[in-house]
């Protein structure tokens, strides 16, 4: 299990900080893990399950074509 900070979360779903945040609290987006001070992470493993998800939500919506 690996741990990963915003800048990394940042990059890998190119949402901002505040939208990560937003998510966070709308129930959206994983939640962080506290580190101890200020300092927080989230599992990479969920991040990449929750970009699955959205990649997943857009083929469902997109017409097959023959």
Do not use: C
């Amino acid at each position: 299990m690996r741990l990963i900070k915003l800048s990394e979360v940042k990059h890998v779903t190119g949402l901002g900080r505040s939208t990560i945040y937003n998510f966070m609290k709308e129930g959206k987006f994983p939640q962080s893990v506290s580190l101890g001070g200020r300092a927080v992470a989230w599992v990479e493993s969920e991040v990449t399950e929750w970009i699955l998800k959205k990649i997943a939500e857009r083929d469902s919506q997109t017409p097959q074509s023959s």
